[in-house]
């Protein structure tokens, strides 16, 4: 039995952070530990929401929780998204620290959330040097789009070799393995979104036709799924073959609904049996 400790934000109404990431790992087979760092009424894309935030200290309480149970040493991963503060970003990464001690094979796959083409940076001030500084470099598997490829590396972008440069600049902060997501290069179709998958000086893209569908929630079903295939063929190019497949499949279904929330309840078998899958080829 594989197991992961997730610890995200979580919503009960709809699907982001861990409300997005927990089910799909579930569905897989995973044993996962849901830690939230914030316990909200609806994602903030509605512009009103209820419920609190949680500290570093909270975090570190029920992950201590965890560890009087005895159980640490069978965990084999720790994801992490988005993060509200630097605090609460110390806590996961010296929870990662935890972790490995009870299970140095444990591998660590962060999501660093910072922003996106179109809404810029929309995390609170401190968290960008945080990810750069201190999450990244901690991380084996790290899952930016592309505009947070481009801030953690210093770079723009456009061309995929620039991309692969930037990736392998990442890479030299610490993560092994890079996972592009929301791609656009100069030879990306206007129809088309790519994702690319970077382990060990090899890349590995997979092209989705673009849909007209903007939903909360989707990045942090691919970290997950992807970490979860990763974990189960420890092959990069396997993983985003299985995610990206998976993650078409619910945003499809998502579409045809027109549904403001990703349908990840309802698309629950594209997660095990896509409806169609995709090429990875190696560029």
């Known amino acids: 039995m594989v197991s992961v400790l997730s610890i995200q934000s979580h919503v009960a109404y709809g699907h982001v952070g861990n409300s997005s990431a927990v089910f799909p790992l579930q569905r897989l087979g995973i ?16 512009g009103a929401w209820t419920g609190r935030v949680f500290d570093g200290q909270a975090i570190d309480e029920v992950v201590q929780g965890i560890v009087d149970r005895g159980v640490l040493g069978t965990c084999d991963a720790v994801l992490s998204g988005y993060m509200g503060s630097a605090d609460i970003g110390h806590a996961i990464v010296q929870t990662v620290a935890k972790v490995r001690a009870a ?60 991309v692969e440069d930037a990736v392998a600049a990442v890479q030299g902060l610490g993560p092994r393995v890079v996972l592009t997501t929301s791609l656009v ?55 985003l073959g299985r995610a990206a497949a998976s993650v078409f499949g619910l945003l499809k279904r998502t579409e045809e609904a027109g549904s403001r929330e990703i349908l990840l309840v309802a698309a629950q078998e594209e997660f095990v049996s896509p409806t169609r899958t995709f090429e990875v080829t190696e560029v």
């Open 103 to 162: 299970n140095p094979a444990a591998v660590y796959c962060c999501d660093p959330v910072i922003g996106d083409v179109g809404r810029g940076i929309f995390v609170r001030p401190g968290i960008e040097e945080f990810m750069r500084e201190v999450a990244v470099p901690a991380a084996d598997i790290v899952t930016p789009n592309h505009f947070e490829l481009d801030l953690l590396s210093g770079r723009t972008t456009r061309s995929l070799s620039e």
């Open 185 to 239: 290069t100069d030879d990306t179709p206007d129809d088309a979104v790519d994702l690319l998958a970077s382990e060990g000086g090899r890349h590995f893209r997979v092209r989705t036709p673009r849909l007209d569908v903007s939903v909360n929630g989707a990045g942090d079903a691919i970290a997950a799924l992807f970490l979860a295939h990763w974990l189960d063929t420890r092959s990069a190019a396997d993983a």
């Open 31 to 46: 044993e996962v530990w849901p830690v939230h760092t914030v316990q909200f009424s609806n994602h903030t894309g509605y």
